[in-house]
């Protein structure tokens, strides 16, 4: 494509209109892979708490070691450049989000609620798979959990962005193996900026870790 041809903003937009309806169609999946991507996931999550805690001899771990190979071969026979993009259900859940998308066996997933007037609130339970101290949840995965929950809360608000700031104080530490909630709160928009504040509760209501991030809108 020469200089000359993307010169025109008019031809440059039409270029990109283009490529976004490749790229989106490219990412988009039937509806009956995404239920049948949705209940692998699950499985891969049940297989990844398996491999964490099993106890099973070396060489029972080596055939099970095969067998996974063998999967993960049959599945890559068709590849798409990225992963899956989209809305799952109309939530702003993204199909394959490290923290809640549904199709992401890495996700926990936690499933996080947009409330009215920028907020967001989660309920979620983590396994062991989230070990960091002894018998807690990792400090880099709570605040994963709240980067998240803290975006959808901009966004909720009318005001979405990149995360360009984001303070943690873990004020005690955060059990796995039981329900935890979260919530967040727009506090302040100026401009292009958003300030949320948020917080995960352990079963007793007591705050584990708070949050405060800055969302920025990208001037492009
Ligand atoms: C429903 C969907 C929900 C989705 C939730 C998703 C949650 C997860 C979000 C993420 O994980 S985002 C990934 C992690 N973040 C990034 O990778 C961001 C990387 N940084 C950037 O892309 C840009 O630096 C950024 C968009 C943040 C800002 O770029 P701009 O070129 O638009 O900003 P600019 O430099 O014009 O600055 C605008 C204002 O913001 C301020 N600013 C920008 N970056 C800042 C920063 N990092 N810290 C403090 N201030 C910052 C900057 O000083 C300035 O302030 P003033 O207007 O008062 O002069």
Known sequence: MSEAGTADPTRRNRIHEVWDRRILAERTLADDQVAAL????????????AVVHTRVPADEIAAVSAEVAALTDRLSAV???????????????????????????????????????????AAFTLGGVYEGPPTFVHGGVSAMILDQLLGVAAAANGTPGMTATLDLRYRRPTPYGVRLTAEARVARVEGRKTWVDASIAAPDGRTTVEATAMFVMPAR
């Open 38 to 49: 949705a209940d692998l996931a699950g499985r891969v999550r049940a297989l990844t708490d």
């Open 79 to 121: 590849r798409g450049e990225a992963p899956p993009i989209g809305s799952h259900d109309g939530t702003g859940r993204a199909l394959a989000s490290p923290v809640s998308g549904p199709l992401n066996p890495i996700a926990p997933p936690v499933d996080i609620e947009p409330l009215p007037g920028g907020g967001a609130r």
